[in-house]
């Protein structure tokens, strides 16, 4: 099971809690999660990324392992720590402005 942090606005629109965890088709990478997620909280689905092209929302960042992720290669397997559980992959919502 891997353990997702959602930002509060995530969390508003889905119901969940700030923690969920997820069962994640390996291997697990930033796809395999925004996957389980959009499927166990199909109203996130065009949230994070878009419908057509699955790439990154702007303003949308991914933390694992305390290591900003988000221009990895989106297929890219995450750290052990992240696929076992014992860290959590964290989905941030950019703070913009002036």
Not at 23 to 38: F, K, R
Not at 43 to 69: S, W
């Amino acid at each position: 099971m891997v353990r997702v942090v959602l930002p509060q606005h995530l969390q508003t629109l889905s119901g969940a809690d700030a923690e969920i965890t997820l069962s994640v088709a390996l291997p697990v990478c930033q796809d395999s999660i925004l996957n389980a997620l959009e499927s166990r909280y199909p109203m996130l689905r065009g949230t994070v990324r878009d419908h057509l092209t699955r790439k990154r929302r702007p303003k949308v960042r991914f933390f694992a392992c305390q290591e900003d992720v988000t221009h990895e290669a989106s297929d890219q397997p995450l750290p052990e720590a992240i696929a076992s559980g014992r860290e959590p992959f964290m989905i941030i919502g950019a703070i913009a402005g002036g």
